[in-house]
């Protein structure tokens, strides 16, 4: 960090800094300019409040000039890829497809049967759902996850599903293969940590109101718990423009990529929540270097029994994958 003094600062004040500095460890240099004093400070900051030094006497500011997150970041690795036993994200470009809920096993078979056609290895289904209004359809709750996992396997499918409580997380960690830590649960700092203590692939959902850099530190809070096998996922920020749900801040891919080794997904079905527009974001989540796309996908958007309106159809999703590997395939040339 550096401290920047106001102007003129007297002797004492640079002296009383001085020596708070030396006391607490840190290895700091004064330098006198023309009207300011400027003090870089180096040292492990961890166990220090910096912006406590603020509120000392004569500081004018306190710039911080390292990122808040280490394990997250590129200057801990290069890249991650996730092994599922074999389905690997973050290698190539991943496509999870389902519906928002899984609704009985009859309609999940016949979405599956499809998908798993198409050669999507992982199947999306959420079972407690976080509705807005608690008269809208919660879920099936533990059953729907028993459903999720037998459909899934029938077809050779790994499955994702959204983790609501901490107290689901014994059935979280037998039924599934990759736990969905939602938007709403992205500042949930106990459940980062418990679901950081697994060895378990989790998909961290960017809340619609955080920073990169948040986001980026709720990936650390799993992270610094021994779970590094975390997913990102970009799903829109609130803006004040009501045409989509949410504004899906597609440059927030390149800036994770470039900050982060960790995969990056977009979702972009709650982050659009329209589904006619939801082919062509697919296509730029690819072009713009994401590691996959989740989208909600359903046999007949017009009867599902949540977000109907942004589901899009088995056809619809068939033309992205086949949009993308033709895109891949000019680009590889
Ligand atoms: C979902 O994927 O079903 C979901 C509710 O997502 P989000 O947490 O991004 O709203
Ligand atoms: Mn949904």
Redesign the pocket.
């Known amino acids: 960090m550096i401290i920047v003094l106001k102007k003129h600062a007297p002797e004492h004040i640079v002296e009383n800094i001085q020596n708070r500095l030396t006391s607490s460890g840190f290895i700091f240099n004064v330098i006198e300019g023309v009207k300011y004093t400027v003090i870089p400070v180096v040292g492990d900051f961890t166990m220090s409040d910096i912006s406590r030094f603020k509120a000392i006497e004569g500081v004018d500011k306190v710039l911080n000039i390292s990122r808040p997150y280490y394990l997250s970041s590129k200057d801990y690795k290069p890249k991650t890829v996730i092994d599922i036993d074999g389905v690997k994200i973050g290698e190539s470009f991943s496509f999870i497809a389902g519906p928002?809920s899984v609704e009985s096993e009859e309609s999940l078979e016949k979405i599956a049967l499809n998908l798993a056609a198409q050669g999507v290895k992982i199947l999306?289904g959420?079972t407690y759902?976080?509705r807005t209004s608690p008269y809208s359809f919660q879920g099936l709750g533990e059953n729907g996850l028993k459903i999720l996992r037998r459909v899934a396997d029938r077809h050779n499918m790994k499955v994702i599903s959204?983790i609501a409580d901490i107290r689901q997380l014994d059935q979280f960690a037998e039924l599934t293969d990759i736990i969905?830590i939602?938007?709403?649960n992205m500042s949930n700092f106990s459940m980062l940590k418990e679901i950081g203590r697994l060895d378990k692939p989790c998909m961290l959902?960017r809340s619609p109101s955080s920073t990169i850099d948040e986001f980026l530190l709720s990936a650390e809070h799993i992270m610094s718990e021994g779970n590094e096998k975390v997913i990102l996922?970009e799903?829109g920020i609130i803006s004040f423009d009501s045409s989509s749900r949410n504004s899906v801040n597609i440059a927030s891919i390149p800036i994770l990529k470039d900050l982060s080794h960790l995969p990056v997904f977009l979702?972009p079905s709650?982050g659009i929540g329209v589904a006619k527009y939801i082919p062509n974001a697919s296509v730029a989540a690819y072009i713009l270097g994401a590691d996959g796309i989740?989208v909600?996908t359903h046999y007949d958007p017009s009867v599902a029994l949540s977000?109907g309106f942004q589901s899009i159809t088995i056809d619809s999703f068939a033309a992205i994958k086949d949009k993308i590997s033709l895109i891949s395939s000019v680009l590889e040339k």
Request: hydrophobic share 15%.
């Open positions: 928002c999306r959420g759902k976080m959204e969905q939602g938007a709403r959902k996922c799903r979702d709650h989740i909600e977000d």
